[in-house]
């Protein structure tokens, strides 16, 4: 992939402008909506820090893209089985398997949910991203809506900027949570990794509240509801708070066992592919009709045998088993 790196000031006479009108004016080689893209990400940064795209720039204020171009992916039908838990004319929503991509990127050209929503709606084809509106990490399973037209995919867009679609998980996290609490910490770009979300200074704004469901020995069952929706916000702000999440490859660390844990806990927790996380159910408002949708998700066959490995484990330590 191409690398770009680019440094400029803020002159005078871009003073007092919006970020992403500024960006569009100095970066004149790329277009405002990939601009806008690169500054929610955190590619674009003012100053060092990363800002929303309506932030005023100050003159002397430093532009600076670092970012990786990703080669564009014509994106084919595919048939690949979906969940449909919900459709009308104007949208759908998908019950997402973990180890699927939303949309394709580089090295994942295809066998995405992409491909398969143009397959099971080739008239998706006419929407931006097949109607995908946001999005779950490859592992992290659970429910999605989707636009099937543009007037639907425009108001679902500015739902979800304006936080007006609720979004709740369960998680399972490597510590014993005492109660729920609220997770305020600014997300950007990892300063080294760039495959890496953290929490640092100049990140955009994230709150995640949590809930605890159960506690075990060592893990907390989490319910856990998005307020912003940054790049991995959940899994940065459990691994924030010292309690990743079980099976977490990026944030996740060493599983953390019990004392003297039972064998089917312990072989649960080793092996356990994919962060603990479940999108487990999605309101809004109808983007035509204003009816209010509410989907939930049973928890998957995974997670489900973990609890009962984790909930098994409880019990033997207070009756003295082994």
């Not at 369960?170 to 990892?190: D, M, N, Y």
Request: net charge positive; with cysteine; proline share 7%.
């Amino acid at each position: 992939m191409e690398r770009i790196l680019r440094r400029t000031l803020i002159p005078a006479k871009q003073a007092g402008r919006r970020l992403d009108q500024a960006a569009a004016e100095l970066l004149a080689d790329f277009s405002r909506s990939r601009l806008k893209v690169w500054i929610e990400r955190g590619d674009l940064t003012l100053s060092g820090r990363q800002a929303e795209p309506k932030t005023r720039v100050r003159e002397g204020e430093e532009l600076a893209l670092d970012v990786e171009l990703e080669p564009v992916i014509l994106v084919e039908p595919q048939a690949i089985p979906l969940v449909v838990v919900h459709e009308d004319e104007a949208c759908l929503v998908i019950d997402k398997p973990s180890n699927l991509l939303v949309h394709p990127g580089a090295g994942n050209p295809s066998g995405t949910m992409q491909n398969a929503l143009l397959h099971l709606d080739p008239s998706l084809a006419a929407v931006p991203r097949a109607g995908i509106v946001h999005r779950l990490d490859k592992d992290t399973s659970g429910l999605l809506v989707v636009a099937r037209t543009l007037d639907a995919h425009k108001v679902l867009v500015q739902k979800v900027e304006r936080r007006q679609i609720e979004r709740v998980y369960e998680g399972i996290c490597q510590r014993v949570l005492t109660g729920g609490g609220v997770i305020e910490a600014p997300i950007g770009r990892h300063p080294r990794d760039r495959l890496r979300m953290s929490v640092r200074e100049g990140g955009r704004p994230a709150l995640t509240r949590y809930w605890v469901l159960e506690r075990f020995r060592a893990h907390t069952h989490l319910r856990i509801q998005l307020t912003t929706g940054r790049t991995h916000q959940i899994r940065v702000h459990c691994a924030h708070l010292r309690a990743p999440l079980v099976g977490d490859p990026v944030y996740g660390g060493r599983p953390r066992l019990p004392k003297s844990p039972e064998p089917r806990l312990r072989e649960q927790l080793q092996g356990f592919p994919r962060q603990a996380l479940h999108a487990k159910r999605l309101a809004f408002q109808h983007p035509i009709s204003s009816e209010e949708l509410e989907f939930e998700s049973a928890l998957p066959e995974d997670m489900t045998e973990l609890l009962n490995a984790l909930r098994a484990d409880l019990t033997a330590a207070a009756s003295g088993g082994p």
